[in-house]
């Protein structure tokens, strides 16, 4: 099994920064990428990064390119989510999910394989 717990959400403002961070534990072997995905309320799902565990290419939804930036810290197991720029409407649960096996959907939800709780993101305007 793998765990992911997610860290990091809270209360902003427009325009200010929040790193979110997803701590993987576990049988974490074979892991190929680890996505995050968001959620706000009445809404479905949504993609909004993803990086591939060895080689680190990186993947976004077109609605966060150039505001969000997904890196990862391998000896730590712990992928980030560094948020700049943000907007109400980034307003969501963040919650981070694991893939194991080659895979480039990146954005569809269904092929991972597991997931962490999530975490509260609140943007005011």
């Known amino acids: 099994q793998v765990q992911l717990v997610e860290s990091g959400g809270g209360l902003v403002q427009a325009g200010d920064s929040l790193r979110l961070s997803c701590a993987a534990s576990?049988?974490?072997?074979?892991?190929?990428?680890l996505g995050w995905f968001r959620q706000a309320p009445g809404k479905e799902h949504e993609f909004v990064a993803a990086i591939t565990w060895s080689s680190g290419s990186t993947h976004y939804a077109d609605s966060v390119k150039g505001r969000f930036t997904v890196s990862k810290d391998n000896p730590k197991n712990t992928v980030y989510l560094q948020m700049n720029s943000l907007k109400p409407e980034d307003t969501a649960v963040y919650s981070c999910?694991?893939?194991?096996?080659?895979?480039?959907?990146?954005?569809?939800?269904?092929?991972?394989?597991?997931w962490g709780q999530g975490t509260q993101v609140t943007v005011s305007s």
């Open positions: 999910a694991l893939r194991k096996g080659l895979f480039s959907a990146f954005s569809t939800r269904s092929l991972y394989d597991y």
């Open positions: 576990g049988r974490t072997f074979g892991a190929y990428a």
